[in-house]
């Protein structure tokens, strides 16, 4: 963060910051996983920071759109040297994942880089996809960026369903090349970033044919544009997809294949392999691991869900501590925002659900790299669970971030609304989330298939995976006794998620009984499947946050102790009023029980109330990251707000060129 001297912070966060009671920088070393993380992450952050280049002389939304990813490809080219040059050296291949490398990135770029698929997916495709002989090919050349890939997968005509894309990759055994081509417009490769103008090489996932038979979709290297002219080449049509919500930086483009040629070689055999002479052989164990990208990102969506809203989170409660509004008491001065209850009830639960989905995302990151370990011994037996886990956690992570920022600018009033404050940008980022990289429905129904079969397996007494285990007791179905314990609650949000996915599965058996096929007595289910799925998710996360502040505070200091636990059963009270129709039905939890909790949330609101501006200063953000007039570390809110206001284009001139050419004319009645 940049502190500055004390001089210069707004009085008001003065006084909230020596109100504080806990150790911040305990704090921030869970939030990162460890002190040493957190060590690597300023080091980091040392590094890029300190380069001018990432600082922009005229705000990027004041350029044109051309202009705008221009500048883009400038800072990324810089940040990529960065990278290569000086990062990769402190942390190797693993910093690819780290925080600190995600973080510096947003100093450079307050929309997206067009590089940002190139790390975020082609190389973790070229990982994940690639025999050891084809890695050792394309991944320096890759880390080197001498070669800028994208990942097309979805097309004009389908994102969800990826068994129906249409471009298709024909072998020709004469040659040894696959063939590509886009047969219909529909089979348009869409959406893919970075792709529009700035790669020169895609993944592409195609439809395999050889031998005359298709083997389903598998993913390919397909270069595209010539390395020194960066002209698209004969057979290839690529293009930006136009102007999007957010993004538009990010270079999101189309592809088009007329018979286009690429050497056998560049197929990903690492699953799959195409023999010279055309023979189809199969590598992998299980059927979807040609998915493993999209898992892989799914699983680090969850952690880039919690930094989205830690840093709205921490712009919202700065901001409120520094603003004063109306006049509750007469003849008292106005208060802080941030003391009204309802602005509380707004902003705690945002920093709560900021640290609830940045512990369950450790979590989930840790038991994603023992499920690739066990693979890599030849043992997919936990990929379904992965997978479950994954897409659930996805979906209810990125839709409550993108949920709880805009909560954040609402919270924040007019000033919320300036691009200045850097909210809006943050909430057309992060609301992508919700549908890129497999869409929140299509996630939950996805992971609904995993919790009916499980629970088919709890009624006939077979052994249950770990993140499903709370259904062998809920087998009983019998209401659960509530209790405002942690314990409780958490056993009470288990037993909604069981009723719940037990109600879908007699649903089903009851239309499947009277005639109707599965697939529609599926189809007929899937409102309620898709709640089922969402209160086990929640469930889950509940369980795994307060798992891992149990764990990672028993060596804390008793003060950090205290504030982690009063976060984390904030989370849990605010979702059982949250759901209480839910426990009504499936607790035997009544009316003066649901009084009590709605106290205890209160309570819990006034003794977060002192730490609020401690809780959000532990998140770290230093201002470059945050580009904030209403967020930064000193608070001057309005003297950022003025100083921003004038760097726009429109006040170079006291009067504008229009108001000659139109309004004078006008009013002269002469136009
Ligand atoms: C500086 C560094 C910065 C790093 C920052 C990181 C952030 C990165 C940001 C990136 C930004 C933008 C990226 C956007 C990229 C994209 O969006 S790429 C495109 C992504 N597309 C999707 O996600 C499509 C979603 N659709 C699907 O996943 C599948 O089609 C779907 C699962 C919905 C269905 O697939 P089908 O093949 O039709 O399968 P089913 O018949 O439904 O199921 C069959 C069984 O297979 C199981 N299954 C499905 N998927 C997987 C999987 N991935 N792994 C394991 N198993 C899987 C499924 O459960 C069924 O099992 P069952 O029969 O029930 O036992
Ligand atoms: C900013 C951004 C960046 C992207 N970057 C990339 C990229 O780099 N590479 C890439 O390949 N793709 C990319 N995508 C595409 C993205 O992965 C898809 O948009 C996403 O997977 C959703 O697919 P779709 O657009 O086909 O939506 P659809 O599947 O058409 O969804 C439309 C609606 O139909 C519903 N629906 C669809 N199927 C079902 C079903 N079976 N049951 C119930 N409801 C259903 C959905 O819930 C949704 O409400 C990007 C998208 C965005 C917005």
Known sequence: MTKGTQADVNPDLKKERLKCNFNIQEVTFIIDGGKDKTLQRKKIEDVALNIAASIDEVPEECLNLKERYDNAVRKSCVYSNIVKNELLEITG??????????????????????????????????IGQCTPEQQAHWLPKALEMQIIGAYAQTELGHGTFIRGLETTATYDPATEEFVLHSPTLTSTKWWAGGLGNTANHCIVVAQLYTKGQCHGTHPFIVPIRDLDTHEPFPGVKVGDVGIR????????????????RIPRENMMMKNAKVMKDGTYVKVARHEKLTYGTMVFVRVTLVMEAAFNLAKAATIAVRYSAVRRQSQPKPGEPEPQILDYPTQQHKLFICIATAHALQLTGLWLWRTFEAVLA????GDTDSLPELHALSSCLKAVSTSDSAALIEQCRFACGGHGYMLSSNLPLLYSFVTATRTYEG??????????????????QAESGKVLTPTVAYLACAAAKEKVVWSDSVDGMIRSFQAVAAGKIAACAENIKRLTKTGTSLEDAWQLSTVRLVAASEAHCRAMICQAYWHEVTRLTASCSASVKIVMEQLATLYLVYWALETTGDLLRYSTICESELNKLQLKYEELLALIRPNAVGLVDAFDFRDEILHSTLGAYD??????????????????????SSFHKYIRPLAKGKL
């Open 245 to 260: 919500m957010g993004f538009n930086t990010a270079d999101n483009g189309f592809l088009r294949f007329n018979q286009y």
């Open 439 to 456: 869409d929140y429905t299509v996630l939950l129904l996805q992971t609904a298939r995993f919790l009916v079969k499980a629970w088919e």
């Open 93 to 126: 291949l693993e910093a690819l994942g780290s925080p600190g490398l995600r973080r510096t990135a947003d100093a450079f770029f307050k929309d997206v880089s067009p590089f940002m698929l190139h790390l975020g997916m082609f190389v973790p495709t070229i």
């Open 374 to 377: 066990d693979m890599r011994k």
């Open 635 to 656: 608070g001057r809110v309005y003297e950022r707000l003025m100083e921003e206001a004038l760097k726009s284009p429109l006040n170079e001139t006291s009067v504008q």
